[in-house]
């Protein structure tokens, strides 16, 4: 069984930066596709970034050029580093872990954006 705990949410003001931080226990963490999504009030939870057991990453255009997915394997840890943060950008962040068709999502970190 796989557990995955974020941290790293928090208020910050418009243009202000975040990390956040997905620990994940268990054994696939090496080997697993891990993203972050978040969810808004009243909408749906949508992709923010993935990165793949290779290092490939995706992006929603939304946050392009202003958000960093990142993994260290030696410390079963994703990382998403955020830059000029929006009020729009205000959710709470979950981290996923996917490997074959098994996914695993941590309890989510609230991340508010003031304006």
């Known amino acids: 069984q796989v557990q995955l705990v974020e941290s790293g949410g928090g208020l910050v003001q418009a243009g202000g930066s975040l990390r956040l931080s997905c620990a994940a226990s268990?054994?696939?963490?090496?080997?697993?596709?891990m993203a972050w999504y978040r969810q808004a009030p009243g909408k749906q939870r949508e992709l923010v970034a993935s990165?793949?057991?290779?290092?490939?990453?995706v992006y929603a255009d939304s946050v392009k050029g202003r958000f960093t997915i990142s993994r260290d394997n030696a410390r079963n840890t994703a990382y998403l580093q955020m830059f000029n943060l929006k009020p729009e950008d205000t959710a709470v962040y979950y981290c996923?872990?996917?490997?074959?068709?098994?996914?695993?999502w941590g309890q989510g970190t609230q991340v508010t954006v003031s304006s």
């Open positions: 990165i793949s057991s290779s290092g490939g990453t």
């Open positions: 268990g054994s696939i963490f090496g080997v697993s596709t």
């Open positions: 996923k872990a996917t490997l074959s068709r098994d996914s695993y």
